[in-house]
């Protein structure tokens, strides 16, 4: 009988096949080859099930032969998935695939399947879990795409604009990665209009939002990274506008105009940041960020003279004077900055006067009058040095001209009162 169905299975005659088959099986049951066979003839027949079957009790009777058959088992298990999944019986393909991986859990094409099942399903989070675990091992530009598609319905955009093009890198023909990549730089684009349009509005965080999204979804553009720079700098958060403009300059040449944009709202970025620490007391602080700015940018007289003014708040007066002179030496005529330069002889003359080296004091004192004849102070003070070395003509003549800059003075009374005792 068994003969005799191998022969007709030659022919193709594989209802006859099991026919003769299944008789041989009851005189015989024990015999594992049989069961093969008719498992082959069910596969033929389309009949999964019983194929199955078949090949289920032919492994249990036969350990010799259980590893060539559980692979053919492997096999019935994949096809069947297939003919489920195609009839959109979806969990039903699920589960043969599950017992195929269980024969073959590393066969890829099982575990290509199988994320198939799973994205028809919907289970989205393991389908995402099981590409992971394969792109370990297979770089294949479709497990990119699924992953970047993936990726996107979970609200991960940068994630999935980098998935396409690393498809696109792989595989440049890649039409459905070409297709995402177009979507991804048009929702960037439309999300960038909308943020200008809402910053010349004066809505500045949903600006901040709006350009935000547009980094997510192309962060290789530069010019998102520099507006989005700018509008956190007129929002006040300075660390993250830095950071912003930071990224800016790593994702373009030097010598392009985004670079020199960046560049100059960087330089600018510290320099605010530097006021406002400033404002605060924090002068410390003010100085290291201009420290950044001048280093970048060594022609911006306000630059020097800023971190001039936070020098001489904490004492450093002859570094205070070398940026106050850098900065006159980029503006010659700007007076602000010789106001500034008189401040720190008038500070040198106090230390000077306070360490009994009244002459010295003297001098200092008539230099910062010489920068700026115009602060009554400047004058009692000299008075002062000049009154304590006991050049006591020369002395009248600074208080009487501190009295006719500022005739409310209270400094001035109490030199009156040495200088003119009777």
């Not at 924090?282 to 960020?289: D, H, K, N, P, V």
Request: contains cysteine; glycine residues 4%; charged residues 25%.
């Amino acid at each position: 009988l068994v003969g005799e169905a191998c022969e007709i299975m030659k022919i193709e005659n594989f209802i006859g096949a099991r026919a003769k088959l299944s008789r041989a099986i009851q005189m015989k049951s024990d015999n594992a080859n049989y069961y093969m066979l008719r498992g082959e003839c069910c596969l033929q027949l389309c009949d999964f099930k019983e194929s199955i079957l078949n090949y289920n009790h032919a492994i249990f009777l036969s350990s010799e032969s259980a590893h060539e058959w559980e692979a053919r088992l492997s096999y019935i298990h994949y096809l069947y998935s297939q003919i489920l999944y195609d009839e959109h019986d979806f969990q039903g393909a699920i589960d043969q695939i599950n017992l195929a991986l269980h024969y073959r859990a590393n066969r890829f094409s099982y575990q290509s399947r199988k994320i198939a099942y799973l994205y028809a399903l919907k289970q989205n989070k393991a389908c995402l879990e099981l590409v992971e675990e394969l792109l370990q091992n297979h770089e294949e530009a479709e497990l990119y795409v699924l992953r970047a598609r993936l990726n996107k319905l979970f609200g991960h955009i940068t994630k999935c604009f980098y998935d396409v093009h690393k498809a696109l890198e792989l595989n440049p023909e890649n039409r459905q990665a070409s297709r995402i990549v177009d979507e991804l730089n048009r929702s960037a684009e439309e999300c960038r209009t909308v943020a200008v349009n809402l910053a010349l509005s004066g809505n500045l965080p949903e600006a901040i939002n709006k350009i935000t999204v547009s980094i997510d979804t192309n962060p290789t553009v530069a010019e998102y990274t520099v507006f989005r720079g700018t509008l956190l700098r007129q929002q006040g958060q300075f660390d993250e506008a830095i950071d912003d403009f930071m990224k800016a300059l790593t994702k373009v040449n030097e010598d392009s105009k985004t670079y020199q944009d960046a560049l100059r709202q960087l330089v600018l970025t510290y320099n605010d940041f530097a006021v406002e620490c400033y404002s605060k007391g924090y002068y410390e602080e003010a100085i290291s960020l201009l420290d950044q700015a001048i280093k970048r940018e060594r022609n911006e007289k306000g630059f020097y003279t800023n971190r001039g003014d936070s020098f001489r708040m904490v004492g450093y007066l002859s570094f205070a004077l070398a940026d106050y002179q850098q900065a006159l030496e980029l503006d010659p005529h700007d007076w602000v900055i010789i106001s500034r330069i008189s401040l720190v002889h008038h500070q040198y003359g106090i230390k000077e006067y306070t360490n009994k080296r009244y002459a010295e004091a003297e001098k200092c004192f008539t230099t910062a009058i010489t920068c700026n004849a115009k602060i009554a102070q400047y004058y009692i003070s000299r008075a002062w040095s000049r009154f304590m070395q006991k050049h006591l003509p020369a002395a009248r003549a600074d208080l009487l001209r501190a009295m006719y800059l500022d005739s409310s003075i209270e400094e001035g009374v109490m030199l009156a009162a040495r200088l003119y005792p009777n």
